[in-house]
């Protein structure tokens, strides 16, 4: 039997949550999978009940648990708060240094049916998009000490900083990923200002050497890649990069799949346990309409079943599930072009729809 921490959070969280829960429930009876959920709080309903953003009870949950399954949190009734206080600083970075997921996957799929969502030329998406983001998540310019405002409030600052172990783990990753796709890194850093992406450049340039010069390997600057990103995005098969520039890259790589929506991220430590969720947030400009779209949420479940669960064939059964009722012509608000075949469904009937096609 697993244990799974559920944690929804605020705005659309819980709405995409109910059908990612659907979706486990049917797969897991399918495969005779046990799966016990512990739903709990946290982000901006724990501060409203509990005030605090991550409560004691809710982190034993974690600990106790197999595996993460997170929703998301913040949104403007929280953002006004002391920095420790809000929801994302308060409560996701706190879980993920906590339990050391130094390793954020994040893949970047077309569904063909969803070319069209795609906010690219046909042309450069005619054979899909198969990308991976390996982004290191515990470490550079987010953790990094000293970070203040200074009492005046006239500067602040934050630290980037890497050191030559944390970028060798998740560059190892990157690579033995890569053995198994299309055998191909392009690490990502801004090695021609700062001093970290040197060391970063370095360190992968000599693991690449010693352990991995069957990989091919090259290296690419955040501002260039950014633009060769919306550019030829299939140029890329694994991107390896730090904290902050793996952040704004994804959501970037998220529109060639036509939606935020539509991505999740299995972020893992060393021995395996994970937290899965989605990339985007918490999205209050559509929260509580039913009108969300619930693959993001419904991937990271499928992810978690891969990679902490070992289930491979179950998560795969979801994503050709997904593929199904994306392929018959069912999209929610964020991917619907108004295409004829198409059918605007909401959130709780395209969760219906891909537990049926299961
Ligand atoms: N992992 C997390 O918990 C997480 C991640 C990102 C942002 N946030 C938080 O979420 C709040 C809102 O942030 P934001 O507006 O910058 O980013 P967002 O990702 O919440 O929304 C950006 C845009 O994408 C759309 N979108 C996102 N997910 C969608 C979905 N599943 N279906 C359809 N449309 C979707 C939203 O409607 C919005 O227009 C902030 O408090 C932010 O800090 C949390
Ligand atoms: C909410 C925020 C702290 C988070 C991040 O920056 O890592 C989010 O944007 C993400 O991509 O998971
Ligand atoms: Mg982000």
Not at 15 to 28: F, G, P, Y
Not at 48 to 70: G, M, Q, R, V
Not at 176 to 198: F, G
Not at 313 to 319: G, K, L, N, R, S
Request: net charge negative; glycine share 6%; hydrophobic share 40%.
């Amino acid at each position: 039997m697993y244990k799974i921490a559920v944690l929804p959070g605020d705005g659309i969280g819980p709405e995409v949550m109910k059908q990612a829960i659907k979706v486990l429930d049917k797969i897991s009876q399918k495969h005779n999978i046990s799966l016990q959920y512990e739903f709990s709080d946290v982000g901006g309903i724990a501060i409203d009940k509990y005030d605090t953003p991550l409560p004691e009870h809710t982190l034993k949950i974690c600990e106790n648990s197999d595996a993460i399954l997170f929703g998301s949190v913040g949104g403007p009734k929280w953002e006004n708060l002391p920095p420790d206080k809000q929801p994302e600083r308060g409560a996701l970075l706190p879980l993920r240094k906590h339990f050391n997921l130094f390793a954020n996957i994040r893949p970047v799929k077309v569904f063909k049916p969803l070319k069209d969502s795609c906010s690219l030329k046909d042309n450069l998406i005619e054979d899909g998009i198969d990308i991976v983001i390996f982004r290191e998540l515990t470490s550079g310019i987010y953790f990094g000490q000293p970070k203040y405002i200074s009492k005046d409030k006239t500067y602040a600052i934050d630290t980037m900083k890497y050191s030559v172990s944390e970028i060798e783990r998740i560059a190892r990753l990157a690579f033995e990923a890569a053995r198994i796709r299309n055998n191909r890194v392009t690490s990502v850093d801004k090695a021609n200002v700062l001093m970290s992406s040197i060391l970063w450049r370095e360190t992968v340039t000599k693991l690449h050497e010693a352990e991995y010069s069957d990989v091919e390997l090259n290296h690419m600057y955040v501002d260039n890649a950014a633009m060769q990103l919306v550019r030829n995005p299939n140029q890329f098969d694994v991107i390896l990069t730090g904290n902050m520039f793996g952040d704004i890259l994804s959501d970037e790589a998220a529109m060639l799949s036509g939606s935020l929506g539509m991505l999740a991220s299995a972020s893992i430590n060393e021995s395996g346990f994970g937290l899965y969720e989605p990339i985007g947030g918490t999205a209050p400009d559509i929260a509580g309409q039913n009108i969300a779209n619930p693959i993001a949420q419904i991937l990271s479940a499928a992810y978690m079943l891969r990679y902490s669960l070992k289930h491979d064939v179950a998560a795969t059964e979801i994503e050709k599930a997904i593929e199904e009722v994306l392929n018959k012509g069912y999209r929610t608000r964020d991917i619907y072009t108004g295409k004829e075949g198409e059918v605007l469904v909401n959130t709780d009937e395209m969760g219906d729809l891909i537990v049926e096609n299961l």
